[in-house]
């Protein structure tokens, strides 16, 4: 299985200051038809995920602009570049290059 | 608007099989694929396994002995089995749509609200 490891594990960010969080493959994402499946998604408490990215840096139809997702090979990060008071959740990365899908240990942002 | 709802037992005693359908309302069924995932309480996401509309399945390793994914595309739903639960199967269980283009796997955009399936003697 491809291991998804994120850090760091919370963050607790000032409203309206960026946040970022890393994701890191323990294999390369590039799948053998040359594109990169890792996707973004936010968990608010008692709800399902939310898909945020996919494809490393697909913003997906309706999410704010203040996300954006970066990265190649095994290196991948998530930008809020300013937070509001919605953002708070958990945020997992996900691969889809491989089988099974798998998900980073999920990073708890919490507002300071 | 899409929407999944999901419906199967919430409890269940160790050795019994879980058993849980997700519906979908509105859209194309045949453009995905389908998949089932669950979540511990207080614990991250797991996916457990996916189906296409045609009946092909993946399937987490470890949870593959024990788990059959099924679709009926005649009443737009899919349903998961998996056999055996022990307390270590307590989890919510949440169904989702993936897209089935090869541009845009891994993008789970509609998600069932989650049935709480609890395993106890």
């Known amino acids: 299985d491809i291991v998804m490891t994120q850090t760091p594990l919370s963050s607790s960010v000032t409203l309206g200051q960026p946040a970022s969080i890393s994701c890191r493959s323990s294999?390369?994402?590039?799948?053998?038809?040359?594109?990169?499946?890792l996707s973004w998604f936010q968990q608010r408490p008692g709800l399902p995920p939310r898909l945020l990215i996919y494809?490393?840096?697909n913003r997906f139809s309706g999410v704010p602009d203040r996300f954006s997702g970066s990265g190649a090979g095994t290196d991948f990060t998530l930008k809020i570049s300013r937070v509001e008071a919605e953002d708070v959740g958990v945020y997992y990365c996900m691969q889809a290059t491989g089988f099974p899908r798998t998900f980073g240990q999920g990073t708890k942002v919490e507002i300071e | 608007q899409v929407q999944l709802q999901q419906w199967g037992a919430g409890l269940l005693k160790p050795s019994e099989t879980l058993s849980l359908t997700c519906d979908v309302y509105g859209g194309s069924f045949r453009d995905y694929y389908w998949s089932w995932f669950r979540q511990p309480p207080g614990k991250g996401l797991e996916w457990i396994g996916e189906?296409?509309?045609?009946?092909?399945?993946n399937y987490n390793p470890s949870l593959k002995s024990r788990v059959t994914i099924s679709v009926d595309t005649s009443k737009a739903q899919f349903s998961l089995r998996l056999s055996s639960v022990t307390a270590a199967d307590t989890a919510v269980y949440i169904c989702?749509?993936?897209?089935?283009?090869?541009?845009?796997?891994?993008?789970?955009?509609?998600w069932g609200p989650g049935t709480m399936v609890s395993v106890s003697s």
């Open positions: 989702a749509r993936e897209s089935g283009s090869s541009d845009s796997r891994g993008a789970f955009d509609i």
């Open positions: 494809k490393v840096s």
């Open positions: 294999q390369s994402l590039v799948h053998s038809n040359g594109n990169m499946y």
């Open positions: 189906i296409s509309h045609s009946g092909n399945t």
